[in-house]
Structures are given as structure tokens and as C-alpha cells.
């Protein structure tokens, strides 16, 4: 015996981020526009590097001279000349400079802002030539691939659901879309006395847009 359940709900992308600027300076380049189909860790905006590259090399010989003096001070010790204290401060001066250099190697990264994951990139917030403080929008990129199908159930009909049971969405032009049940609600909602479902779909294409009613 089969019990057939029916709901109204509409398809939804799984995620959409906006992608932030971590450092000052200003935006000099821009290689995607609203609609561009982007793959994880693909350049959305890149800043201006500066002075940062200049750090970047101070860094690098702060920590070779670091070095240097650590492999001298261990060499003394060897030979008599040099206590653990001192050696402890050479040992101290070396951690600093390699942590100094991993910063700026970090904020150099940072200067190009990517794409966490693939997808579609939904709007720019930034053009070139704009100055960006921390915290502002470089883009908005949504995951369109899984596509959800979400829709509320009865509290008679949420028993007979169980996940990975196929469920078959019927949209407004005809199209028939089939995938498997991947999240039931453990709570109700209060007013309609309904549990949340959702039902994954395989959208490579990007076919499936957010928001039709199924």
C-alpha cells in the first residue's frame, strides 16, 4: 500500500553569499558581470596591491637575518659562548619574523577576492576604481547546482515521510523534475502546524531558476 502526498512549495538555490573585502584600497580589477558562471576560487575583484609587495620583501629579509642570527647564536653555544638566554631570544626573534612574513604573505592574498564556491554570479557591488574598506560587497555568487525543492507537509502526512525517498516536483511550464527528500522538520511551525521538507535536485546546468512555484 502507497500513500501519495502532495505539497505546494517552490524550488530555492542552496546558497547565496556575498562575497567581502578584507583589506582596504582600491578596486582594480573586475573580471565578472552579473550572470558570469564562475568556479570555486575564480577572481571576482582584485585591490590595489600598494605598498604591500614592498612589506612582503622586508618580511623575507627580517626573517633570513632572523635566521642567520639564530644559526650563529646555536654555533656560540657550541663552543662555549653563548648562554640559553640569549639563545632563547634569537629562537623568540626567529618565531616573530616567520609569523611577520605569514601575515604579510596573507594580506597580499587577500587582495584578490574569489569565489568560495561555483556558481552564478548574481550581482557586483564594485567598479573599477572604487575604494573598498573592510567589510564591503564584491559580489553576490549563489549555488544554483543543487537546486531545493521546499515546501511545508502536514503533521498527518510527515510520518509517511522518511529521507532518500523519491519525490517527483511538476513545474508551471510543464517540466517534471525528480530527486530525493534530504531535510524533514523535527519542530512545527506554531501557526500552520507544518513541517519544513526539502527535496534535492541535480541542476548542471543551471537550468532550474530560484523561486518557481512547484
Known amino acids: 500500500q502507497s500513500r501519495l502526498v502532495t505539497v505546494r512549495g517552490k524550488t530555492e538555490n542552496k546558497r547565496t553569499v556575498e562575497v567581502k573585502v578584507e583589506l582596504p584600497g582600491t578596486v582594480v580589477n573586475r573580471p565578472v558581470e552579473r550572470g558570469t558562471a564562475v568556479q570555486a576560487n575564480q577572481l571576482l575583484c582584485e ?16 626573517l633570513n637575518q632572523a635566521r642567520i642570527e639564530y644559526q650563529g647564536a646555536l654555533s656560540l653555544k657550541q663552543k662555549g659562548y653563548n648562554s640559553d638566554t640569549a639563545i632563547a631570544g634569537a629562537k623568540a626573534r626567529l618565531a616573530a619574523a616567520e609569523a611577520s612574513l ?21 550581482d557586483v557591488h564594485q567598479e573599477i576604481g572604487d575604494y ?19 515546501g511545508r507537509v502536514s503533521e498527518q502526512d ?26 524533514i522538520g523535527q519542530q512545527n511551525d506554531p501557526t500552520t502546524r ?10 548542471p546546468e543551471h537550468t532550474l531558476r530560484s523561486g518557481i512555484t512547484t
Open 132 to 150: 573598498v574598506t573592510p567589510g564591503a560587497n564584491c559580489a553576490t555568487v549563489v549555488d544554483m547546482d543543487p537546486m531545493l525543492l521546499i
Open 158 to 183: 510527515v510520518t509517511d515521510l522518511r529521507l532518500g525517498q523519491q519525490a517527483e516536483g511538476f513545474l508551471r511550464n510543464g517540466e517534471v523534475v525528480r530527486g530525493p527528500v534530504t531535510f
Open 47 to 62: 585591490i590595489s596591491i600598494e605598498d604591500r609587495q614592498v612589506s612582503l620583501v622586508e618580511a623575507r629579509e627580517a
Open 194 to 203: 507544518t513541517y519544513a521538507v526539502e527535496i534535492q535536485l541535480p541542476n
Open 102 to 122: 605569514s601575515r604579510r604573505e596573507l594580506d597580499l592574498r587577500k587582495t584578490q577576492v574569489r569565489a568560495p564556491f561555483a556558481g552564478i554570479v548574481e
